[in-house]
């Protein structure tokens, strides 16, 4: 079994900056994709950032120029550096990784989600 979990949010004034940290462990063979996700109240699951193994990175529009995602492959995680934060920013952020494992000689992708770490942002 493989699990995310993530840390990083609260609350911060609109301007200022949090950084979110997720963590992959477990019988980890591989970790292809990570990214991030948020949904806001009432709204659906969104797409923020996701990096692929190789470094190549994707945001959204929303968030270009201020957000940045990274990851550190021999600590298995994945950052966000959320910089000029905004009051629409406000949502649950949940990590996604696509981690291959292996049981018994066979590989197995598994799209693994982590619980959510809640980031408000005050006018």
């Known amino acids: 079994q493989v699990q995310l979990v993530e840390s990083g949010g609260g609350l911060v004034q609109a301007g200022g900056s949090l950084r979110l940290s997720c963590a992959a462990s477990?019988?980890?063979?591989?970790?292809?994709?990570m990214g991030w996700y948020r949904q806001a109240p009432g709204k659906q699951r969104e797409l923020v950032a996701t990096?692929?193994?190789?470094?190549?990175?994707k945001y959204a529009d929303s968030v270009k120029g201020r957000f940045t995602i990274s990851r550190d492959t021999a600590k298995n995680t994945v950052y966000l550096q959320m910089n000029s934060l905004k009051p629409e920013d406000t949502a649950v952020y949940f990590c996604?990784?696509?981690?291959?494992?292996?049981?018994?000689?066979?590989?197995?992708?598994?799209?693994?989600w982590g619980q959510g770490t809640q980031v408000t942002v005050s006018s």
């Open positions: 990096i692929t193994s190789g470094g190549s990175t």
């Open positions: 996604n990784a696509v981690i291959t494992t292996v049981q018994r000689l066979v590989p197995k992708c598994n799209d693994v």
């Open positions: 477990g019988s980890i063979f591989s970790i292809n994709d």
